[in-house]
């Protein structure tokens, strides 16, 4: 079993900068694919990133603003927010698998429990 657990979070002004982090740990070998997932208070969960093999992929929501890198040496994926607005403001949660194909359905095998991302204006 793969254990994920997010840090970083917390609260920023509009136009500030977060650096997410999900560190991976457990039995980890073949897990290729994480990304990264934000829910909003009474909102359906988002996909935001993933990456797979060290090949980024961000969505259209935040593209331009937001980068998704890891470094495996650390276990750890990172999440780079840049200009944040307050619709970013989420429950962010990194989730993992073998495979990329249920992380872009959004039913990935492993989740973290959660950092919580707060932009104000």
């Known amino acids: 079993q793969a254990q994920l657990m997010e840090s970083g979070g917390g609260s920023v002004k509009a136009g500030g900068s977060l650096r997410i982090s999900c560190f991976l740990s457990?039995?980890?070998?073949?897990?290729?694919?994480v990304g990264w997932f934000r829910q909003a208070s009474g909102e359906e969960r988002e996909a935001v990133a993933r990456?797979?093999?060290?090949?980024?992929y961000v969505f259209d929501s935040v593209k331009g603003r937001f980068t998704i890198s890891q470094d495996n040496a650390k276990s750890t994926v990172y999440l780079q927010m840049d200009s944040l607005k307050p619709e970013d403001t989420a429950m962010y949660y990194c989730?993992?698998?073998?495979?990329?194909?249920?992380?872009?359905?959004?039913?990935?095998?492993?989740w973290g429990q959660g950092t919580q991302v707060t932009v104000s204006s």
């Open positions: 990456i797979y093999y060290g090949s980024p």
């Open positions: 457990g039995y980890t070998f073949g897990v290729n694919c």
């Open positions: 989730a993992a698998d073998n495979t990329c194909r249920t992380v872009a359905a959004g039913t990935p095998k492993y």
